[in-house]
């Protein structure tokens, strides 16, 4: 049985799309965080820089529906006093854009607080209770910025990277040209889930 922590966090039934199990490679990524939560094991990072301007308000809007359209950036996981852990899908979660602004800094004077806002992002280690995906802006000048993506593992695998900022970028273009955004059709991980419960039962 999965030990309880000192506080147990409710939720209430009306915030939830829908409660499903663990995969075994999630339940296993569980059991190593709950052994060292202060670890940085299946801690993800993903920087980059890109140019061009950017509308904050947009930039965090595209991001939310990017959280919107997909649910495993709305989840979160419960454990204690159950038999098998659980992951329960919150029907919204609204991510606040973290932003550290240095266009007034010189080219030199850059680099060394871009590196301490990075390391002190990756200090920050993620609990379950929440939601463990966020997102940095930092801004360099007019046209140049660095986005951290940070996520613990047991949302999604690298592959999924290239999925997510494919749907913000479309997201970000289609709000500055006041455009209604598509939502991309794909299948619910809860599908999936029930396809791999019938295909491999335990």
């Known amino acids: 049985m999965y030990k309880d922590t000192e506080k147990i966090i409710t ?4 915030d939830i799309e ?6 075994p490679m999630q339940e296993g990524m569980l059991f190593h965080y709950l052994k060292d939560p202060a670890s940085d094991l ?6 980059l820089e890109i140019s061009g301007k950017i509308d904050g308000k947009y930039f965090e809007q595209a991001w939310n529906s990017v959280v919107e359209n997909n649910e495993m950036l ?10 098998k852990p659980t992951q329960a899908i919150l029907k919204k979660h609204y991510i606040k854009v973290r932003h550290y602004d240095l266009s ?6 850059k680099s060394k607080p871009v590196e301490e806002i990075k390391t002190k992002d990756r200090v920050e280690k993620f609990d379950l209770h929440d939601v463990p995906f966020r997102v940095t802006l930092i801004t360099l000048g007019k046209t140049r910025h660095v986005i951290i993506i940070s996520n613990h593992h047991i949302l999604y695998d690298g592959w999924s990277n290239g999925i997510i900022l494919e749907e913000f970028f479309n997201a970000y273009h289609d709000l500055c040209h006041h455009k209604i955004t598509k939502k991309p059709d794909k ?6 889930m029930r396809w791999r419960q019938s295909n491999y039962p335990v």
């Open 104 to 109: 007034n800094r010189g080219g030199q004077e």
């Open 74 to 83: 709305r989840t979160i996981f419960r454990w204690e006093k159950m038999e």
């Open 187 to 192: 299948t619910r991980f809860k599908e999936y």
């Open 11 to 14: 939720l209430n039934k009306e």
């Open 42 to 47: 299946y801690f993800e990072q993903l920087c």
């Open 18 to 23: 829908d409660i499903i199990a663990l995969t």
